[in-house]
């Protein structure tokens, strides 16, 4: 029908009028595209929210939580197959031999007993249907409890789920269904218990289209970490989120993922995956087969990872330390400091926010000589430390004052006279006690009346004429740094024209208050003992930092990916006083030779976490099974003793079972017995070990621990 209500002529006629030729079709317009050509869609959120939805349980020290499934503490004792079928089978025959001599009378029929009790007695009639039935449902009752008793006695149960179909699905089916409103992490219960559902909703929205990432929700559970404690206001979060959604409460550097991940991630738990406990014997049955994760309160204890070139410490476990830190800074829950050799594969420099090239002139930042400090002897014990901590007695009890005094008595004057520190070149004129710096310091101080400080100037020109005087020593160890490659390195922040004359700016890690990133490239190429010398400067200045923090709140790590040198009887110290200032360190040794036989013990002592890998020395192996300690393990002790046969017969009989087996008639005896035995012997550790793997032990900051772990860090 037409829309005037005539019928179509082409609908009721099998050769139609031909119209006249209309106006030709205009095609239609195409839809306009919702993205510019070439620009891939946006993926969804699914993959994030499955992500985000993984159960994570509690779990030992060192387990890799997401996903996990516990296992007992305690090893189930396993049948072997061929004992179970075997043990099976007989059970099997047992059952069907009583089930025999029940049916066939050989036994009574006392078994009959409860069903002439229970029947009335007209049921008793031949060819009743009502007899039959309960006869055969109490045949089939007595068969039943007979089959149950044969199938624990033959362990059934234990076939049926080691070689049945529940051993046949590994994995148990997903339920599809989403968690409950108030237990699904996507909807942020959290926030909308406290009245900002708005900002719940939009984090939800963004989650499901894709725009969040796991740095951007724990950037943003941190955000919401500071208005639980104060810190930030409820409106002021809100509104961010509203404005921003995913990418409200930035990082400084306003990046939200590293350029490049190399190892797996987890930061709802801050954990980074390292490899797979092996399923060895010596291993707790709890841990073995699970990940091996690290996090921020297992580093709070410290770490020292100890092998040899080419054991996997830079790039099994530096590395990826490195990058879960910088992933934690992006969101606001840590500071990080890695100081390595230039090119020692420590990640990418858009990783950082901050790279000190030191030696390099294209270094867009300086480091600190000072540490930022205006306290003329707190920069002197940490210099001192830096340039002498080496040449202290190694004892535990002894320390560098010497040094410290002599640098305080310089210090101190020369930021009196000048409003700053000295630099290079002027600290090491001063410690070499030439006339030129010394008479132009005490003309200023006389000019400006500093009378306590003219003391201290008497004192160290007194001091110099002594043979034991320690300036010397001190003024050496400036000349390492006092070279051309270092020209333009070293200034203290106090040196306003040079930031401002464009070169570059000095970095102080009094930073650290900060969610900060950076990166120390130390000149290891032709300036070894300088090298040393920066990380014992580094190592100083990260311990007396952050012990002053006034926001402790920040995880605060620096990772050293060569510690020779630099551990001494103050680094020690530090190192035992991160723990309650909420930081850590992760060290790296070769070998412990290079640490002082006196600071070995206190070292091992200091730090919770310790990794010896693979290709170790039976020496240091020695230090680590001493730390380890022993543990009580059962030994068995089986014995064969020969068979004496006394009668004619059975000395017959022996001769017929020597000439067919080839060995005299034995009895075996076994003895099981508690001994106590090292957990790792050094024989082990130097000769056991797989190549790419490592033992380790953990204690997090709650004090819990975990026993030597043999870890695949390959796995």
């Known amino acids: ?82 004992q179970l079928f075997s043990g099976a089978l007989i059970a099997f025959l047992v059952g069907w031999l009583i089930w025999s001599l029940l049916w066939n009378g050989y036994l009574g029929g006392w078994w009959l007993l409860p069903l002439y009790a229970m029947i009335p007695d007209s049921w008793a009639e031949p060819h009743s249907f009502g007899a039959v039935v309960a006869v055969y449902a109490y045949y089939l009752l007595i068969a039943g409890a007979l089959v149950i008793g044969v199938g624990r006695l033959g362990r059934w149960d234990e076939i049926w789920r080691r070689y049945g179909p529940p051993a046949w699905r590994r994995t148990p089916p997903e339920s599809g269904r989403p968690p409950a409103p108030e237990a699904d992490p996507a909807t942020w219960p959290a926030l909308r218990a406290a009245g ?70 987890d930061l709802i ?27 921020p309160e297992l580093l709070g204890t410290s770490l020292l990872a100890v092998g040899p070139a080419g054991s996997g410490k830079t790039g099994g476990v530096v590395r990826p330390l490195a990058e879960s830190l910088c992933l934690h800074a992006l969101a606001g829950r840590a500071a990080v400091v890695v100081v390595g050799a230039a090119g020692a594969g420590l990640g990418p420099a858009d990783a950082y926010d901050v790279v000190v090239r030191i030696g390099n002139p294209d270094s867009a930042y300086d480091l600190d000589l000072y540490g930022g400090t205006t306290d003329p002897d707190e920069a002197a014990a940490v210099l001192a430390e830096a340039l002498a901590g080496d040449l202290a007695d190694p004892h535990p009890g002894s320390d560098s004052r010497r040094a410290t005094t002599v ?56 001091q110099m004429a002594h043979p034991g005087d320690v300036g010397g020593v001190l003024a050496d160890r400036v000349a390492l740094l006092d070279r051309p490659a270092f020209a333009t390195f070293f200034k203290s922040t106090a040196f306003k024209s040079a930031a401002a004359s464009g070169q570059s700016r000095p970095f102080s890690l009094k930073a650290l208050d900060h969610p900060v990133r950076v990166r ?3 000149p290891e ?9 920066l990380a014992r400067l580094v190592l100083a200045q990260f311990t007396a930092s952050v012990t002053v923090r006034e926001d402790r709140s920040l995880f605060a790590c620096l990772v050293l990916d060569d510690a020779t040198g630099v551990i001494t009887p103050e680094a020690v110290r530090g190192i035992q006083r991160l723990r309650s200032a909420n930081a850590g360190a992760v060290l790296t040794l070769r070998t412990l030779d290079d640490v002082a036989r006196p600071l070995r013990g206190p070292l091992l002592g200091t730090v919770g976490c310790r990794m010896a890998l693979a290709g170790l020395t039976p020496w240091d192996g020695q230090d680590f099974a001493e730390v380890w300690g022993k543990e009580w393990t059962e030994a068995r002790d089986v014995t064969d003793r020969q068979i004496i046969a006394d009668s004619p017969a059975g000395k017959a009989w022996h001769a017929v079972r020597r000439a067919i087996t080839g060995k005299a008639p034995t009895a075996r005896a076994v ?24 033992v380790l032990s953990l204690t997090n900051v709650k004090g819990e621990h975990a026993p030597p772990l043999l870890v695949n860090l390959r796995g």
């Open 269 to 295: 738990t801050g954990q980074v995956r390292l490899g797979t406990t092996a399923d060895d014997v010596r291993n707790p049955y709890a841990y073995r087969g699970a990940g091996l994760a690290l996090g």
């Open 525 to 533: 190429r032709g300036h070894a003992d300088a090298s040393r010398v």
């Open 520 to 522: 120390v490239d130390l």
């Open 407 to 462: 640098l305080a008595q310089l210090l101190g004057p020369f930021r009196a006279v000048h409003g700053r520190f000295p630099s290079v070149p002027e600290l090491r004129g001063l410690l070499d006690g030439s006339p030129g710096p010394l008479t132009a310091l005490r003309q200023g101080l006389t000019e400006t009346g500093q009378e306590s400080l003219l003391r201290e100037l008497d004192a160290r020109e007194r």
């Open 196 to 265: 900002a559902a708005d900002a719940a909703e939009r984090l939800a929205a963004d989650a499901r289209a894709g725009l969040m990432r796991d740095v951007d929700h724990a950037r943003i559970a941190r955000a919401w970490q500071g208005v639980r404690t104060g810190r930030h206001s409820l409106a002021t979060f809100t509104s961010a989120v509203l404005s921003h959604g995913a990418a409200a409460c930035p990082h400084p550097s306003g990046a939200r993922d590293l350029p490049a991940r190399q190892a797996r991630h």
């Open 1 to 82: 029908m037409d829309s005037d209500g005539t019928q179509d002529a082409r609908g009721t006629h099998t050769n139609p009028v031909p119209r006249p030729a209309g106006p030709p079709e205009v095609p239609a317009v195409p839809p306009r595209p919702v993205r510019a050509p070439g620009v891939p869609p946006l993926p969804d959120g699914s993959a994030f929210l499955i992500w985000l939805r993984t159960p994570r349980p509690e779990a030992l020290p060192g387990v890799w939580r997401f996903g996990h499934r516990p296992r007992p503490e305690e090893e189930p004792e396993r049948i072997p197959g061929r």
């Open 671 to 694: 003895t099981v017995r508690q001994v106590e035995r090292e957990r790792w012997s050094a024989s082990e550790l130097a000769h056991a070990m797989p190549a790419g793997h490592a």
